[in-house]
């Protein structure tokens, strides 16, 4: 069945109400799965149309979760998700169907698998690539523990672009596991082979009777070489190599079945159930449409990957215009088009974050100039170091939590090297409803640590533009870290002048208290400033620091307050005191930022408010250090708290 809308009210599902948990739906008659999958994805439409959330990739597993779920004895066989924006009907079926409205909000679900919501997310996940590895480590410890259960790792197309994925398959083939790989092939990226035939061929492929006649032939030849080697070779290249694309995962050592149709619950579990009686490393390739069952999701798989949540009736009614405002994003997309026009050696590169990056106008525009490596943030900046080898200008589009997988790169080939790469960091600090897994907390922290690099914080939109022309223009490694939607609706120069490098801009000019803010917190730190009286620098900076513009305001005011949407350990404000240390100065002073531990998922303003970074937070911290080193500004409020 086809919906073309979402529904607004909770559909009739009386078939899926009755499961609560995997091992009800174990009960039900294989005959009824359809039916449950039919329910399955009206009530998943449903709950997110009321929570807003990841969609697409969801609907496109709806029937593999209810066959994994029907075939394997969750959770005590393993399931393991990779990146895990498909895993809601997993959580719909493991017991929080119910609590579905409350994901990705404050204390709902999580928008991923965690281990601590359900002892069915047997791996908390949020990046991709994962879940081989994760999967074979499980395996491996079940087999040294003597526990007799499986361990299934389900991994997309995209996911599998990774060399992590490939580095934990080789693995897997060598140690001779048992483990499951599920590909879910949801772009026909391999293979377009789906069918009657392929689907014969994969009942063939996994049934008993044949691998239990591949593993007597095996047993019978092995000592006849040249007759073994002949009978191998044309089982790989005539029986399978001819008419599916498993060839290569044969030669990591997993049993190829497939591509089958993953939208074809009686077919998924009949395979399934052939495969888990199968030993050792077994590979499934299954074909999906992602956004199935839903029309627009269908046509437009990319616009539909998460969707916000239906409006209500006073929001509907509501005919207030809203202000445009473009996202950080969208000014870095801007500045990458015209920067590319004025200097032919620029080259932009993105680990699979076109869309998200806003590298769409300049993929299209400059396409020989365009490098999406695919999920392979290691490699992407690598290529960077040897683009710029070479003299071109390259510039790394990456989100702040993806650069961390490709820190060593970062380093080694990179920064030791002093080579002439800039990084466009998106999704700097708290990023909201994803959560810890994608809330760019530690970047200043990580990077302000590597010699060399310049490292820049914008406060609104010109700002950033013109950072990146900076760094752009800076010989040596920079970054230009800037945070997810909009900033204050600054307006935007069209010049690609740079800022003098190292050098804080006074916007307030007060006394008792001065405030050094760094990017996204120099907007509420003005409010204060003004309100107040204080004097307030936007740092702009945080490596190289402005040394004079700090010592200038620490011989004029009774209190420094730093701010940073980054974690305090080892961040910008750090980096302040590290430098007046170096100066023998002994200085009041307060580093305010992310705390030490995980801020759960939520609204923005909500998570800010945790951290004490909103205005009335930031207002406390500062009434509480001036009563403690005894100079009080603001006497009745410094009291009060």
């Known amino acids: ?17 009755s499961v609560d948990c995997p091992a009800q739906l174990r009960q039900l008659s294989s005959a009824t799965l359809p039916q449950l999958a039919k329910e399955l994805r009206e009530y998943l439409l449903y709950s997110v149309g009321q929570s807003g959330g990841h969609f697409g990739a969801g609907l496109g597993v709806v029937e593999l979760t209810v066959a994994l779920h029907y075939v394997f004895n969750t959770p005590e066989d393993r399931l ?30 999580a928008a991923f698998p965690r281990r601590s919501e359900s002892e069915f997310d047997t791996f908390g996940v949020g990046h991709s690539s994962t879940s081989i590895g994760a999967a074979l480590g499980m395996a491996i410890a079940a087999k040294q523990k003597g526990e007799d259960r499986k361990s299934v790792a389900i991994i997309g197309d995209g996911a599998m672009t990774a060399g992590m994925a490939f580095e934990a398959m080789t693995h897997a083939g060598d140690n001779g596991a048992d483990l499951l790989v599920i590909l879910n092939d949801n772009d026909m990226s391999i293979s377009e082979n789906v069918g009657g035939l392929s689907n014969y061929l994969a009942r063939l492929l996994s049934s008993k009777s044949y691998n239990n006649l ?13 007759v073994y080697e002949l009978a191998k070779k044309t089982e790989e290249h005539l029986l399978k190599g001819m008419t599916t694309p498993g060839t290569m995962f044969e030669e990591f050592g997993f049993n190829y079945i497939g591509p089958i149709d993953g939208h074809n619950v009686e077919l998924l579990t009949e395979t399934l159930n052939n495969m888990k009686s199968l030993s050792g490393p077994q590979f499934l390739h299954i074909v999906t449409k992602k956004g199935k069952g839903f ?19 006073s929001e509907r009614k509501s005919t207030k ?32 974050m076109r869309e998200g990056s806003d590298l769409i106008a300049f993929s299209e525009k400059y396409p020989e100039r365009y490098f999406d490596v695919a999920i392979a943030e290691q490699h992407a900046v690598t290529l960077a170091a040897g683009m710029a080898c070479e003299g071109l200008k390259p510039v790394v589009a990456i989100y702040s939590t993806f650069l961390q997988r490709a820190y060593d790169q970062l380093i080694h080939d990179v920064a030791i090297q002093d080579l002439d790469v800039l990084f466009a960091i998106d999704r700097a600090g708290l990023v909201g409803e994803d959560g810890p897994t994608h809330a760019g907390s530690f970047d200043l922290a990580f990077l302000r640590c590597i010699p060399g690099m310049v490292i820049m914080a914008p406060s609104n939109e010109d700002e950033a533009r013109r950072m990146l022309s900076t760094g752009y223009l800076h010989n040596g490694p920079a970054a230009v870290r800037y945070p997810r939607g909009t900033g204050c609706g600054a307006d935007i120069s069209t010049h690609l002048d740079p800022i003098e490098i190292g050098r804080a801009q006074k916007l307030c000019e007060g006394s008792k208290v001065a405030i050094l803010a760094y990017g996204s917190m120099v907007e509420p730190a003005k409010a204060i400033a003004e309100e107040r009286g204080y004097t307030l620098l936007d ?4 490596k190289p620091l402005d040394e004079e513009a700090i010592l200038d305001v620490q011989k004029n005011h009774d209190l420094l307050v730093t701010i940073e949407e980054n974690t305090v350990m080892g961040g910008a404000g750090s980096a302040v005191n590290e430098f007046l240390n170096s100066q023998y100065l ?26 004490g970074l909103d205005t009335n937070g930031i207002r406390t911290a500062i009434d509480k250090a001036l009563v403690a080193f005894g100079n009080p500004s603001n006497p009745i409020t410094a009291v009060a708290n």
């Open 321 to 352: 215009p809203k202000v445009s405002t473009p996202k950080y994003s969208a000014v870095f997309g801007q500045w990458l088009c015209d920067m590319a026009e004025q200097d032919n050696k620029l080259v932009g590169i993105t680990p699979a």
């Open 80 to 109: 393991v998700w990779d990146v895990g924006h498909q895993a809601y009907p997993h959580k719909i079926l493991t017991g929080r169907r119910e609590q579905m409205p409350s994901i990705r909000q404050k204390n709902g679900l």
């Open 586 to 611: 002994s200085t009041n002073i307060i580093n305010l930022g992310l705390p030490d531990y995980y801020v759960e998922h939520g609204k923005p303003a909500d998570m800010l408010k945790e951290c």
């Open 1 to 17: 069945m086809i919906f073309h809308k979402i529904p607004e009210t909770r559909p009739e599902t009386p078939l899926l109400d």
């Open 539 to 542: 740092m702009r900076f945080v």
């Open 295 to 313: 029309s627009p999701a269908e046509a437009d798989p990319i616009g539909y990957h998460a969707i916000n949540k239906l409006p209500d009736q």
């Open 214 to 226: 591949r593993d007597n032939s095996k047993k019978i030849l092995h000592d006849i070489p040249p």
